[in-house]
C-alpha cells in the first residue's frame, strides 16, 4: 500500500451541489496533485499543492479548487456540479513538487452526479 | 496529435506469453516517464519508472528511446495475475503533472 488515503470512497450528488474531496499523503511527502480519471481515459491533471501553494493547474475551470494543509493532507473542492463531473477522482503524493519524481495514488474517491 | 498515446488493446494472451506495449509521446522535452498499472476499478499502482538505458525488473523491461519519443514495456512469462490495465505516463514540464494515455488492457488466460 502507499500510505495515502481518501475519503470518502463514494458519494453522490445531484447536479448544482457542491463537494470536497480529501486526501492524506504519504508520511514523509509535502506534494499532493488531484487527478479525474472517467471511465475508460486515463486520469487528467486537475492540479497540484507544494507546501500549501497552488504549483501547477490543468485544464479544468475555476469551480475546481483546492487546498493543502500544513500537514501536507489536501482537498478538493468542486462547486456547482456538473453530471460530466462523475469520474474517480484521485490524490497523488511525492516527495517533491514538479513532475519528475514519482507519485504514488490513493484509492480514489468514485463521484457520481445525477 | 495526442501527448501520449498508447496501443488501444485489448491484448489477450495466453499464460507464459511474451506481450510488448508500445507508447508514443509528444513533448520532445518531456524527462520522467513510467508505466503503472491499474486494476479494474482501483488507482493507477506505479509499476515502473523508464530510465534512459532502460531498466529491468524481474519480468518487466522498459525501453525509452527519445529520439523517436517512443516508451515500451515488456512482459516475459505472463501471469494471470498480470491482467490490468497498463498505462504509459510522461511528465508534463514544469507544472508538476503526469501526462497519462488512455492504457492498454491485458488479459492473460489460462
Known amino acids: 500500500e502507499t500510505g495515502v488515503t481518501q475519503s470518502p470512497t463514494h458519494l453522490i450528488k445531484t447536479r448544482g451541489q457542491q463537494v470536497t474531496l480529501r486526501c492524506s499523503s504519504q508520511?514523509?511527502?509535502?506534494?499532493v496533485s488531484w487527478y479525474q480519471q472517467a471511465l475508460g481515459q486515463g486520469p487528467q491533471f486537475i492540479f497540484q499543492y507544494y507546501r500549501e501553494e497552488e504549483n501547477g493547474r490543468g485544464n479544468f475551470p475555476p469551480r475546481f479548487s483546492g487546498l493543502q494543509f500544513p500537514n501536507y493532507s489536501s482537498e478538493l473542492n468542486v462547486n456547482a456540479l456538473e453530471l460530466d463531473d462523475s469520474a474517480l477522482y484521485l490524490c497523488?503524493?511525492?516527495?517533491?513538487?514538479?513532475?519528475?519524481?514519482?507519485?504514488?495514488f490513493g484509492p480514489g474517491t468514485r463521484l457520481t452526479v445525477t | 496529435r495526442k501527448e501520449v498515446e498508447q496501443d488501444p488493446g485489448p491484448f489477450n494472451v495466453p499464460e507464459g506469453a511474451t506481450v510488448a506495449f508500445n507508447c508514443t509521446y509528444s513533448?520532445?522535452?518531456?524527462?520522467?516517464f513510467f508505466w503503472y498499472r491499474q486494476d479494474c476499478r482501483k488507482e493507477p499502482k506505479l509499476l515502473m519508472s523508464?530510465?534512459?538505458s532502460g531498466n529491468e525488473d524481474g519480468r518487466f523491461t522498459a525501453q525509452l528511446n527519445r529520439a523517436s519519443q517512443y516508451i515500451s514495456l515488456l512482459i516475459r512469462d505472463s501471469k494471470l495475475s498480470d491482467s490490468a490495465t497498463y498505462l504509459c505516463?510522461?511528465?508534463?514540464?514544469?507544472?508538476?503533472?503526469?501526462?497519462f494515455g488512455k492504457g492498454t488492457k491485458l488479459s492473460v488466460k489460462p
Open positions: 523508464v530510465y534512459s
Open positions: 508520511s514523509g511527502h509535502n506534494t
Open positions: 505516463v510522461v511528465n508534463g514540464g514544469s507544472q508538476g503533472n503526469l501526462i
Open positions: 497523488a503524493s511525492s516527495l517533491y513538487a514538479g513532475g519528475t519524481y514519482e507519485q504514488y
Open positions: 513533448n520532445s522535452a518531456s524527462q520522467s
